[in-house]
């Protein structure tokens, strides 16, 4: 028999007391946004806000992916009722896109890129209206080193109320393989600049990857997990890297029990 994907819209809740997950909304045919899949998802003032995504035209064509379905979609999740509405924001707003990255700092969300874009957007959540912070530059390639350019499924992470950072991802090259990156770039809010954080010679730090996560821990550092390098075919990570904010430097963790590369 033929199966084609099970493309899912319902919500679930993890409790790390009982460590067990319940389903805590239907899903589209109880007013979520529709099945997608490399959307962003930040937290803020008790809800969630997901952006953006890619559905592959299911809709439209079951057992052919369509290249380049993507949204500029926004929706919030309340995370006390359990229910969804899209937010309809008046004046300008982003493209649509996919595998990009979205963090909450303060009362905004800052939204970077996704395949084939190079721009940094900010949305406000008080008076719901999106601004672009940073266009792309000229050559989205970057071949300057002077701003991190287009690419996608890199990891993101908050930096205080003062910025955040970016690190690895890939870019697609016509007529080439693909790019993979193993960089760390900041981007600073108040300066609206990006900065690439060179390591010091000879220091270790996390291979070329994309498709990573990246959180923050603290003011001063930040987790790094997993990912894949695909260029193409892929090989998958387990590995584990704490980033010190202040030394600028890369410390690899030796974790026990890993979960399997992923």
């Known amino acids: ?11 679930w809740a993890f409790n790390f007391g009982s460590r067990k997950w319940r389903k805590i909304h239907e899903g589209e045919t109880a007013g979520a946004p529709s099945a ?27 057992f052919n992916y369509i290249f380049q379905a993507w949204f500029n979609e926004l ?21 649509k896109r996919a595998l990009h990255g979205a963090v909450a700092i303060g009362d905004s969300m800052y939204v970077y890129g996704g395949l084939e874009l190079a721009d940094t957007w900010r949305y406000d959540f008080g008076p719901q209206s999106w601004s672009m912070v940073s ?43 693909p790019m993979a990156f193993d960089d760390l770039w900041y981007y600073d809010i ?31 550092y930040l987790l790094l997990y997993g990912g894949a390098l695909c260029i193409p075919g892929c090989t998958c990570y387990g590995d584990s890297w704490l980033y010190k904010v202040d030394a ?15």
């Open 1 to 11: 028999a033929i199966r084609h994907p099970a493309w899912q819209s319902n919500a």
């Open 36 to 62: 997608r899949y490399s959307c962003s998802a930040v937290l803020h003032d008790d809800a969630l806000y997901l952006f953006g995504g890619d559905d592959g035209g299911h809709k439209k064509s079951m």
């Open 75 to 95: 929706w919030r999740f309340d995370l006390r009722g359990y229910t969804w509405q899209q937010v309809r924001p008046s004046g300008p707003k982003p493209v």
């Open 135 to 177: 266009a792309p530059p000229a050559d989205t390639d970057t071949r300057d080193g002077s701003h991190p350019g287009r690419r996608h499924a890199f990891a993101m992470a908050a930096a205080g109320n003062g910025g955040f950072f970016v690190f690895g991802g890939c870019r697609h090259v016509r007529g080439m393989r």
């Open 190 to 220: 108040g300066g609206n600049a990006w900065a690439k954080k060179e390591a010091a010679s000879g220091a270790g730090h996390p291979s070329a990857r994309s498709h990573l996560s990246m959180i923050r821990l603290s003011t001063n």
């Open 248 to 262: 600028n430097a890369w410390q690899a963790l030796n974790a026990s029990d890993p979960p399997i590369h992923r």
